[in-house]
């Protein structure tokens, strides 16, 4: 049980609001949430986040950003559908590169072209703010739960989202990208299931094992080494 209880009244108002960030991203409602906003008497509405600007000490504490994946409740924190697809797209070409690498530096290039769909990505405002709005909403939740280091983090890094600062690039926007190659990679290992769910869910469970390793290395089901 945790030391704290979220009040009706707070669980309420949080409902309305992500309610209402659905209808603002034009995502359907999971099947029966009709039903359950009328039976608790809420109305989506659109409650736009007021984020502050950045602090001083935001650029030094962001520098750790891809630290906030190895916390258990955002390990399953991945990009769109289609932004894997894209990745994976991109990873057949790269391999299918007639150019003559060693693998060390097939992987690498693999790497920077992750990270280069992450800062296109995260180019645009839409998903910049949404990403904050995640990220100060996590801030939250670590300090109730007594992690005030990652609060710190998740806050900083939500303070430059939302405010359009791009250099140096976020290394929380980078390291959710390279997440996603692991689910290009077990995707790529096992080539009989193209089911994107199955292949995220594998992903997951290889990060998971790869955050509980003591190993210092990060590697994808695929040998790329992770920074």
Do not use: C
């Amino acid at each position: 049980m945790p030391p704290w209880r979220l009040s009706h009244e707070e669980a309420l108002e949080r409902l309305t609001a992500a309610a209402g960030l659905n209808l603002r991203q034009r995502t359907p409602f999971p099947q029966g949430l009709d039903a359950v906003l009328r039976h608790l008497g809420v109305q989506a509405r659109d409650v736009p986040l007021e984020i502050p600007p950045p602090e001083p000490e935001d650029e030094r504490l962001a520098y750790e950003a891809h630290k906030l994946h190895d916390e258990p409740e955002m390990r399953g924190w991945l990009p769109p559908v289609s932004e894997l697809e894209r990745l994976a797209h991109t990873v057949d070409e790269l391999e299918a590169s007639p150019l003559a690498l060693t693998l060390a530096q097939r992987n690498e290039e693999i790497i920077q072209a992750a990270h280069t769909q992450a800062h296109a990505f995260f180019a645009a405002p839409a998903m910049r703010q949404l990403h904050a709005g995640r990220l100060w909403e996590m801030a939250l939740h670590f300090e109730r739960i007594g992690k005030e280091h990652p609060a710190q983090v998740a806050r900083a890094e939500a303070r430059r989202l939302a405010h359009g600062v791009t250099e140096p690039p976020s290394r929380y926007a980078e390291r959710l990208f390279e997440k996603a190659l692991l689910v290009t990679m077990a995707q790529r290992a096992a080539p009989g299931s193209r089911d994107p769910a199955e292949a995220r869910a594998r992903a997951r469970a290889a990060e998971q094992q790869r955050a509980q390793s003591a190993e210092a290395e990060r590697r994808s089901p695929g040998g790329i080494i992770l920074p």
